[in-house]
């Protein structure tokens, strides 16, 4: 049985990705009382796709969940990447929710969850190195000790903040 | 791995890989081409040192060219070995014969194989032990030592300890042993050049007479024939008598199958080279030896005082002052004790390579194929064969002309069932073949191999008048190949039980725990890396394109699986019982490796993920790339999402290029 998907082959490099300019104050929330992960990422998909007008909420909804079937997004660094390539967008778009208390994964009961980077991206092949690119770049910056200072930070406004030091 | 302060303890479990294990076993180190040739020519080239001696005391002094013709023989058996390992990576006469000819001829023509090498290890030794003791015997009196050593209890001393000494050494593994034999062959080169100048000039400066052509056979040489008139009235049968005994020179080709195993990418014309040299080295020293023993050395003391020591008699009648020829003799005695000591060494190399291949056939159980607990060779194999040559030895008195011919029944035998089965695959098995023993002739859609058919013929006249006319061999080789035969069809039997019981027959595997990733594997030295993780053992798809991309000289390639850590449990630093599925697994992969000469360095990282333990592995052994098969159940750029997110999870992470690899195809990425 072939694999399904079989983009064509692209080893091409992708200039680096920048976090700050994926994300904007409006789009930082923060979730007290430990929502069920599934209803953060409703939570933060309809904020994004209100934001940017993107269109129908549900569709959006739809891929992330498909994807959030596949291979986990979740890392042992209590951060999760729910993400999705979605047809007819232009641009890698991106919002970010902290956890306070920390939630559980349903899927992965060993690993909780305190920071939340929910991104859509283009459904182009030309996409993907991108999309392999803000995942690393994703994982390597939200590592535990940032994520205490983001978690600090208290206002949307200095989250922001503290992600353009970091990766703007 | 950079030691740094550890970050903030993640929330909840940590999937990083938990613990790491090596894999290891002694066969997965790869020789060049010129090291497998110095293995070979440690048993065929030592003939050198013995086979004028047995010869002539058999025919004559017209045993010089019946050993020439012999050499060139050679070739053409060499050509015969070139094309069953075309066909086949571990082609020696067993598994060809098995192809060919079935299971029950397969175990008669390794049962005469083993009667082969089991007595190459005596006959070199003991032939060494004379040469000593000769040399021993002629300087005490000028060193005015009143020293006599009995020449066939202090042979039979010295081959004992030569025996015991490569014992040690294959027990240690086959590295070590290449690297001897090439040292050896070095030295022996050396001597060969100064004999044949030296005899040159010798031989220019008094003139010689040509050595007879016409054979003639000693009472003993005619065997069974003894008193018969058919050696006088049927001309060539005496040729073929002559042609049989010169036939120990041979001995060794053998070792070319055992070694292929082992040789370097490219694989066969590495082989090829090895065979050209093999034929060439040892027909110039082996027959231009012995033609300058039977030239320059009186006949009235070459046979009765140095059948046994021919080339030190050589050394001896050398034009030149005493002293020199004396320090001569000394060389030559060193270098031939280095060669013959080599050949046991051979010897128990290919009988430890021709049994792993019977055990890996379910013919040996599997308690002949325990591995060292720390070597990972099959010391018990190679402890059998051994005490089987010391016995020998002991049983032989230190007659070398008795161990001779002995040792030309397993020699011929084994030739004759090779080339037989060779020439049945022609007709049984159409794929092409990267070499053919050429003179094929094409009728129709026939093609008819009258090159193998000639080599046959040949074989088969020599090994039915050796029976004749070889008492001692035809009696001890039939016995012994019987017995042989007879423990093989017993042990798989026995194996054929376990078998329907549900027992798999695998590769073994040795396993050490390795503190972290970065100190899994120390080895590794090589400028790139690259990093294969393989699951399915039936799908080893991407290790097989790298194997046949990469460039194996310059790259290093780490294969590792994932598994998880709960269920798996290490006692200690080197036990432990790997699963069945890791077993097929690395059975497979370590046959890949096989098949195209590279080295691989297998790793099990015991894990709750197998992307993070990719991700880690991949940076802690510093790879450049690291190759994945597609999954079946997501898409591929899918499956190298999750191994992006772990990427960017670890501590400083350098670029790397992860390709995923199925069916011709190819997506691959830089993080």
């Known amino acids: ?168 | 791995m950079d030691e740094k302060q550890p970050s903030p303890r993640p929330p909840g479990g940590s999937r990083r890989a938990h613990e790491v294990v090596v894999v290891t076993t002694a066969l997965l180190t790869f020789i060049p081409w010129w090291r497998a040739a110095a293995v070979v020519l440690c048993d065929m080239a030592s003939t050198a040192y013995y086979v004028g001696g047995i010869a002539e005391r058999a025919v004559g002094e017209a045993a010089v060219w019946y050993i020439f013709g012999v050499l060139v023989f050679a070739g053409a058996l060499a050509a015969v070995y070139l094309e069953s390992c075309s066909m086949f990576i571990r082609g020696g006469v067993y598994r060809v014969v098995k192809e060919a000819l079935g299971g029950t001829l397969a175990k008669v023509s390794v049962s005469a194989l083993m009667f082969d090498y089991l007595l190459t290890g005596p006959i070199s030794s003991v032939s060494a032990g004379q040469y000593l003791v000769g040399l021993l015997n002629i300087l005490c009196p000028h060193l005015h030592i009143g020293w006599k050593i009995p020449v066939a209890w202090g042979s039979v001393a010295f081959a004992c300890l030569i025996t015991l000494y490569f014992w040690r050494k294959n027990v240690i593994g086959i590295e070590e042993s290449s690297e001897k034999s090439w040292r050896i062959m070095q030295m022996t080169t050396v001597m060969g050049v100064i004999l044949l100048a030296w005899s040159g000039y010798t031989l220019w400066l008094r003139g010689f007479d040509w050595p007879s052509t016409e054979a003639v056979l000693s009472e003993e040489a005619l065997g069974w024939l003894r008193g018969s008139d058919w050696m006088h009235t049927v001309g060539c049968l005496g040729v073929l008598a002559a042609f049989g005994h010169s036939f120990l020179g041979l001995s060794g080709l053998e070792t070319m199958a055992q070694v292929y195993r082992e040789i370097e990418a490219p694989k066969l014309p590495n082989l090829k080279k090895a065979a050209v040299a093999i034929v060439l080295f040892s027909a110039v020293l082996t027959g231009f030896a012995t033609f300058a023993a039977v030239a320059i050395v009186p006949d009235d003391v070459r046979i009765p005082l140095y059948a046994d020591n021919l080339l030190s008699g050589l050394a001896m009648f050398l034009e030149g002052p005493l002293a020199a020829r004396l320090a001569f003799q000394s060389f030559v005695v060193l270098a031939g004790f280095m060669i013959l000591s080599g050949a046991v060494n051979t010897a128990i190399f290919g009988s430890n390579s021709v049994l792993n291949r019977l055990a890996e056939d379910g013919i040996l159980t599997d308690w002949f194929r325990g591995l060292h607990h720390k070597f990972g060779t099959t010391h018990r194999m190679i402890n059998i064969v051994v005490a089987l040559q010391l016995l020998l030895i002991v049983i032989s008195q230190g007659d070398v002309y008795l161990l001779g011919e002995a040792y030309a029944f397993g020699v011929i035998w084994s030739f004759v069932f090779m080339v037989f089965a060779v020439t049945m695959l022609r007709f049984k098995e159409h794929t092409v073949r990267e070499w053919r023993v050429p003179f094929n002739l094409s009728v129709g859609r026939l093609e008819l191999p009258f090159g193998l058919a000639g080599i046959l013929a040949v074989l088969l006249a020599v090994a039915g008048m050796n029976l004749l006319t070889k008492k001692m061999a035809t009696v001890s080789g039939a016995l012994f190949t019987a017995g042989f035969f007879g423990l093989f069809t017993v042990s798989e039997r026995l194996n054929e039980r376990k078998r329907r019981e549900g027992e798999t027959l695998l590769e073994k595997f040795n396993m050490r725990r390795a503190p972290a990733l970065g100190a899994a594997l120390p080895k590794l030295a090589r400028e790139n890396r690259v990093l294969v993780a393989v699951r399915d053992h039936g799908n080893l798809y991407p290790l097989r394109r790298v194997l046949e991309t990469v460039d194996l000289e310059t790259t290093d390639i780490v294969v590792m699986t994932s598994i998880i850590a709960k269920g798996f449990h290490l006692e200690g630093e080197a036990s432990g019982r790997m699963r069945t599925e890791e077993q097929l697994l690395f059975t497979n992969v370590l046959n890949l490796a096989e098949k195209y000469g590279g080295n691989v360095h297998p790793l099990l990282v015991l894990s709750n993920d197998p992307s993070y333990a990719i991700a880690q592995a991949a940076q802690a052994l510093k790879v450049q790339q690291v190759v994945l098969g597609a999954s079946m159940k997501i898409a591929p750029e899918t499956q190298i999402e999750r191994l992006a997110m772990t990427w960017g999870a670890l501590e400083n992470p350098e670029p790397v290029t992860v390709r995923i690899l199925w069916d011709g195809k190819e997506l691959s990425f830089t993080l």
Do not use: W, Y
């Open chain 1, 1 to 168: 049985m072939a694999p399904k998907d079989t983009p064509p082959v692209s080893p091409k490099r992708v200039p680096p990705v920048v976090l700050g300019k994926l994300i904007d104050p409006t789009l930082v929330v923060f979730f007290d009382g430990g929502p069920a992960k599934n209803d953060a990422i409703k939570d933060l998909v309809g904020r994004l796709v209100a934001a940017k007008n993107l269109g129908p909420a549900d569709l959006f909804l739809a891929k992330v969940m498909e994807r959030e079937a596949g291979p986990s997004t979740t890392l042992d660094t209590g951060l999760c990447i729910p993400h999705a390539r979605v047809q007819g967008l232009q641009e890698v778009t991106a919002a970010l929710g902290l956890f306070h208390p920390e939630i559980a994964d349903p899927l992965q009961p060993d690993l909780s969850i305190r920071c939340m980077f929910l991104f859509l991206s283009p459904d182009d092949p030309k996409f993907i190195p991108v999309n392999l690119q803000v995942l690393r770049r994703i994982a390597q910056v939200f590592q535990p000790a940032f994520i205490e200072k983001l978690h600090a930070a208290k206002t949307p406004q200095k989250v922001f903040d503290l992600i353009q030091q970091k990766d703007g």
